[in-house]
C-alpha cells in the first residue's frame, strides 16, 4: 500500500488514518508498518474493534459530523489535528515528526483516495481545533 511504503520512504513517525468503518486501517495494517497506524472515527464500534488490529491506535472523535461542502476540508483538518494532539498526549508520536494522513475525497465510506504527507506542528497553537462556521 502507498501509504505504508510513503511511510517507509519519508521516515515517518506514524501513518493517521481517518475512517468511518475502520476499513482503510485495517487494510494499512495488514501491511504490518513499522510505524504505529493512528486512526480517527466517529463511531464508537469501530474504535474498539480497531483495537484488535496490529499497530492501531484508535481514537474515537466525539464532535458531530460537519456540513458537506465547504466546511468539509476544515472538518477534515480538525479530526487531522485531532489525532495529532491525542497522539502527542500518549507520546506515540512527537512535535516535528513527519506524519502520513490517509483520508477520503469526500465523506462517506468508501473514497478513501488521499494521501498527505505531513509535519507535527511545534506549536501548541497550531493543533487547535477550528469552528467550523468560522472563516
Known amino acids: 500500500m502507498a501509504a505504508v511504503a510513503a511511510a517507509q520512504e ?4 506514524a501513518i493517521l ?5 475502520g476499513n482503510t486501517a485495517r487494510l494499512v495494517s ?6 504505529p497506524i493512528i486512526t480517527i472515527t466517529r463511531n464508537q464500534q469501530t ?3 480497531i483495537h484488535l488490529h496490529r ?3 484508535p481514537f474515537w472523535y466525539p464532535e458531530p459530523r460537519g456540513i ?9 483538518d480538525n479530526r487531522i489535528r485531532f489525532g495529532l494532539r491525542s497522539a502527542l498526549k500518549l507520546k506515540i508520536i512527537k512535535t516535528g515528526t513527519t506524519v502520513i494522513a490517509i483520508q477520503g475525497w469526500k465523506g462517506g465510506l468508501g473514497h478513501t483516495n488521499t494521501l498527505r504527507i505531513l509535519s507535527v506542528p511545534t506549536d501548541p497553537a497550531d493543533l487547535e481545533s477550528v469552528p467550523l462556521g468560522s472563516v
Open 10 to 13: 519519508q521516515g515517518a513517525g
Open 17 to 21: 488514518v481517518l475512517s468511518t468503518s
Open 30 to 35: 495488514k501491511y504490518r508498518p513499522s510505524v
Open 47 to 49: 474504535a474498539r474493534q
Open 55 to 57: 499497530g492501531c491506535y
Open 68 to 76: 458537506e461542502g465547504a466546511q468539509w476540508q476544515r472538518d477534515v
